[in-house]
């Protein structure tokens, strides 16, 4: 596609449900990129995918956040039994190759833990 | 602990006002530093920087490095509403594929 492209692009969810969020790359882009946002705070680093794999896992907050994606492309992030301090906007980027620059932004997907 | 520091973390200002707004970093492996804004949810690239005192310039916003301080500047002249926004600064490590990101500083342009 044109641009990367999130959905849904708000999500009120009651605690304890699982949330699916999705992402579509730029068409030809190999890296993808998750970042959190909560309120009043910069962008906090979740997950990279080079391709298929994702070789640091580390910035997932805890074992309920995961993620994967499939043929070079789509990506989901799901959150289980969601908590309050989920909330945030769920920003997904990808770019050409991967290497920290040259990133595209989607508008985000802004979820609400009630 | 905060490797990206940004400030101020908001500013009011009137249209036609020059704007400074500041962002220091500690990185050991620095690359680059990369300037966003964010209006709404999606940030926008403005600016990289990789090398000291050359600065770089689009429009009426420029911005400027210095390696040996570990800061960076970005200024916006004779402002305008639409400058309204989040100003993100952000660092890439060499060898890294995550940005770090600042906390942001929240500029509005009022008429």
């Known amino acids: 596609g044109a641009g990367v492209s999130q959905s849904p692009s708000n999500k009120v969810t009651e605690k304890g449900k699982d949330v699916e969020l999705r992402c579509d790359p730029i068409s030809g882009h190999t890296a993808l990129y998750w970042y959190r946002q909560s309120l009043g705070q910069g962008l906090e680093f979740l997950i990279y995918?080079?391709?298929?794999?994702?070789?640091?896992k580390s910035g997932l907050p805890s074992d309920r956040f995961s993620a994967e994606r499939t043929g070079g492309s789509v990506s989901t992030l799901t959150i289980q039994r969601t908590q309050q301090e989920d909330s945030a906007v769920y920003l997904c980027?990808?770019?050409?190759f991967g290497g920290g620059y040259g990133y595209t932004f989607g508008s985000g997907t802004r979820l609400t833990v009630v | 602990e905060d490797k990206v520091v940004q400030s101020p973390l908001s500013l009011v200002v009137h249209e036609g006002d020059t704007v400074t707004l500041n962002c220091s970093y500690e990185?050991?492996?620095?690359?680059?530093l990369l300037w966003y804004k964010q209006e709404k949810k999606a940030p926008t690239f403005l600016f990289m920087l990789?090398?000291?005192?050359i600065e770089k310039k689009s429009g009426r916003l420029s911005s400027i490095l210095d390696k040996k301080e570990l800061f960076s500047i970005l200024n916006i002249t004779a402002t305008q509403t639409g400058d309204s926004a989040v100003y993100l600064c952000s660092y890439s490590g060499a060898g890294s594929y995550q940005l770090t990101f600042g906390k942001g500083t929240k500029l509005s342009v009022i008429p």
């Open positions: 980027a990808s770019s050409l």
């Open positions: 995918f080079q391709g298929n794999s994702a070789p640091d």
């Open positions: 990185v050991t492996n620095f690359r680059s």
């Open positions: 990789t090398s000291s005192g």
